[in-house]
């Protein structure tokens, strides 16, 4: 059964502005299945370019593939560059003309057909859904609302299966509703099928054991500062190919990395960028975890706060956010998870594997308001059930209402 997905509308409002739609993101988030099922799409001719007979008529008579239908949805796109330049060409010659473009591995970084497409395509990342999301809840709007000082009213939520049991499994369509055992297979064959297979086609990938050996670090060091320098010698290779891994992870949307947040008023602020892995069950995979139980409480941390930056990451998408951390350097450590800027307006976010919070927990948080005027409300998201308002602009939030 399909599950609407949030994403529907931006692609819906693009449809409005660029006679180009091109939907990018990881391999498995469910792009194919919302283009096939959504009503804004059903009257376009589906292809995808991983069938090996399609790919070989796009690629050679591009100009006859494109002109089978005025409205097309071209899947894997990215398999034949070529057919930006015509895509191009079409939209150019007749503006009502209709096309999206999708694909696993980030095509929009290469210079040729990001050129081709300019001005005429309108871009979207399709993520993992949300636990929301998947549930068939609205797009959430507290967050918003913590922007403009406006806290979500206090309520109790359902309760839901074990978080190191979700957090083993992951988020991927396919694959969120299996059993561990099922979650454990499915991780292995992403790993080998597509992040062994795939990946090195993005980028020159010179020694497969190198490459498993950065990713393995990554995982381990996901949420942390990236330290090119600690992974390299953790990984014995060279910083530079490290660089060059992140940036192919980078691409394939199977890592994000969030910048420190801007703070005129401390100067000791990191500026390291913290690295996450999209999904905490190819996290679990790559650490050789077979079983929830596996997972210890400090990695299920980690885990969580992957988890839930993922989740912030796809509202992010969706309602134009920036995302930022903060972390003090010098003096009196301070940390926030979290920032949220939009229109100059921010809230901060802490993340907090607990199904318990208090006045204590906000520490962090206080201090970051005191520093940032632009900051009115904060959040502690954790895994209890109620909505709980810690102080008069301080709310803990369950994660299940991302």
Aim: hydrophobic content about 45%.
């Amino acid at each position: 059964m399909y599950r609407t997905r949030w994403m529907a509308d931006r692609l819906q409002l693009s449809d409005h502005v660029f006679p180009v739609l091109a939907l990018t993101g990881a391999r498995q988030t469910g792009k194919s299945t919302l283009l096939s099922n959504e009503p804004m799409f059903a009257d376009y001719l589906h292809v995808n370019l991983d069938d090996l007979t399609t790919m070989t008529q796009a690629h050679n008579d591009p100009q006859g593939f494109v002109n089978q239908a005025d409205r097309m949805v071209i899947d894997e796109a990215q398999r034949v560059p070529d057919l930006f330049i015509t895509v191009k060409k079409a939209v150019d010659d007749d503006r009502s003309r209709r096309f999206v473009l999708s694909g696993s591995a980030n095509f929009l970084l290469l210079r040729q057909i990001h050129e081709s497409l300019a001005g005429r395509a309108g871009y979207s990342v399709l993520r993992q859904p949300t636990w929301s999301e998947w549930r068939g809840a609205n797009k959430p709007s507290w967050l918003l609302g913590l922007l403009n000082g406006t806290l979500p009213p206090e309520e109790d939520t359902s309760a839901v299966p074990d978080i190191k049991t979700v957090l083993f499994t992951g988020c991927l369509p396919g694959i969120r509703d299996a059993m561990p055992a099922q979650a454990a297979l499915f991780w292995e064959s992403y790993i080998q099928t597509y992040i062994e297979r795939d990946l090195p086609g993005i980028s020159a990938v010179a020694s497969m054991i190198d490459y498993q050996a950065v990713m393995r670090m990554i995982a381990i060091t996901t949420g942390s500062l990236l330290e090119y320098s600690s992974v390299a010698s953790n990984a014995h290779v060279s910083a530079s190919t490290v660089a060059r891994y992140v940036e192919t992870l980078k691409t394939a949307h199977l890592l994000d990395l969030v910048p420190p947040a801007p703070l005129a008023s401390v100067t000791s602020v990191r500026r390291n960028w913290k690295s996450y892995l999209f999904d905490a069950g190819l996290i679990c995979s790559l650490l050789g975890k077979r079983t929830p139980e596996s997972i210890d409480d400090t990695l299920a941390g980690h885990l969580f706060e992957a988890l839930v930056c993922t989740s912030i990451q796809a509202l992010a998408d969706l309602d134009s956010l920036s995302i930022w951390f903060v972390r003090t350097r010098r003096g009196p450590l301070h940390e926030v998870d979290f920032v949220v800027e939009r229109d100059q307006k921010k809230t901060a976010i802490e993340v907090k594997l607990s199904d318990h919070v208090s006045w204590s927990d906000t520490e962090h948080l206080r201090w970051y308001m005191g520093q940032e005027p632009a900051c009115p409300a904060a959040a502690i998201i954790y895994t209890g059930t109620r909505v709980l308002h810690l102080a008069r602009n301080i709310v803990a939030v369950p994660w299940t209402m991302l």
